[in-house]
DNA sequence: AAATATACTTACTTATTAGTAAGTAAGTGC
DNA sequence: GCACTTACTTACTAATAAGTAAGTATATTT
């Protein structure tokens, strides 16, 4: 059983993910907790207050799934982090990467700041495995691993997208593309 | 001199691409062209239909340019479809389908219509082209058409997208990639 | 048992939202 | 010169937004 102050995150979370932040308002939080708008601003002060814990939240189970993926190889891993887009799919979401930073104009300097944040960690992240599995000759590509980073991320972030408005396959072809891209050829 | 119908849709479709669907109101058009409020209301009922009018606008631009690049090869329709999304950037702007695509889920039916049957219309332009230019031996790519198409679309979406938040190289680094993959080796 | 902190609710405010009803001034058609 | 249309403005409404001040019930500490 999460506490309170946990499920605003999550709730949040998915409204933010679902339907924007600039779509979401604490009324919807509140009516789908059964608690009262100001039971959210005694946890959160204020809107960007909630904003910027719920990438924090994102960030944090980022981490820990990059802990849980260190003893996979590294092709294994780019593969695991592209299915943790995927499944964003099934529970009708984007990611907070794409929901957030089509409205990063509108978003307040706290939340701006953790999303840049968030978004350095994962490159940086995402860069090493690459580097280190071409080293370790387990994965190949053909242009720079920066390069292949920016590729990965935009392709996951834009394909959820596109499957809303199309009701068709951008997900499974840029997710195929992309791992085909990485597979080391015999 | 515009008329001012054309300009609230010019001012509207900057103001989804700077900061999302829901986050213009009428009063920053009304502001913006020094009329009132009820003056938008005249030549667009309900901002719903102003909504689908400014997608409208992108379908018609989007099929006056295809019709000037149709005398250029393959290979620079391309970089022209890509080169049209890069001019975005100038003006701190995303693509419409990154901006109301990221927001689907909150349109109204109108325009998700709309929004569905221009993301159709520039699939299956660009598949076109991929595939001419691959039997006139203009481009090559090594995946099917329909996976480059994609690959293509979300890329430029997605870079669009992360510039904001990394105020770095994404779409430079996307453009450069996806250009290598379809040229022609020698 | 008294004081204090935690986790809320009740009741409200102020601002902003899309949208509307009624009026007006300047043309256009006949 | 009268009817009618076009392109608005004025003045408003109802709903919803985030946020707040004050009160309350329950648990914890001293």
């Given at each position: 059983?999460?506490?309170?102050?946990?499920?605003?995150v999550?709730?949040a979370d998915?409204?933010i993910r679902?339907?924007?932040y600039?779509?979401?308002?604490?009324?919807?939080?509140?009516?789908?907790?059964?608690?009262?708008?100001?039971?959210?601003?005694?946890?959160f002060?204020s809107k960007a207050v909630l904003g910027k814990a719920v990438i924090t939240a994102s960030r944090e189970k980022f981490k820990?799934?990059?802990?849980?993926?260190?003893?996979?190889?590294?092709?294994?891993?780019?593969?695991?982090?592209?299915?943790?887009?995927?499944?964003?799919?099934?529970?009708?979401?984007?990611c907070f990467m794409g929901a957030l930073g089509?409205s990063f104009n509108t978003l307040p300097d706290a939340m701006k700041q953790e999303l840049t944040d968030a978004h350095d960690e994962i490159t940086v992240?995402?860069?090493?495995?690459?580097?280190?599995?071409?080293?370790?000759?387990?994965?190949?590509?053909?242009?720079?691993?920066?390069?292949?980073?920016?590729?990965?991320?935009?392709?996951?972030?834009?394909?959820?997208?596109?499957?809303?408005?199309?009701?068709?396959?951008?997900?499974?072809?840029?997710?195929?593309?992309?791992?085909?891209?990485?597979?080391?050829?015999?």
């Open positions: 059983m999460l506490s309170t102050r946990k499920k605003i999550v709730i998915q409204l679902m339907k924007g600039n779509a979401f308002s604490y009324a919807d939080i509140a009516s789908t907790l059964n608690i009262k708008n100001a039971a959210i601003h005694y946890h002060q820990e799934n990059t802990t849980l993926w260190s003893n996979k190889s590294s092709f294994e891993q780019v593969a695991a982090f592209i299915e943790m887009y995927s499944n964003n799919r099934k529970n009708n979401c984007i089509s992240w995402l860069i090493a495995i690459l580097k280190q599995g071409k080293e370790k000759q387990e994965i190949d590509y053909d242009m720079t691993a920066e390069e292949m980073s920016d590729l990965i991320t935009s392709g996951m972030l834009a394909s959820l997208i596109l499957d809303r408005v199309t009701k068709n396959t951008v997900l499974d072809n840029v997710k195929r593309t992309l791992l085909t891209r990485i597979e080391k050829k015999k």
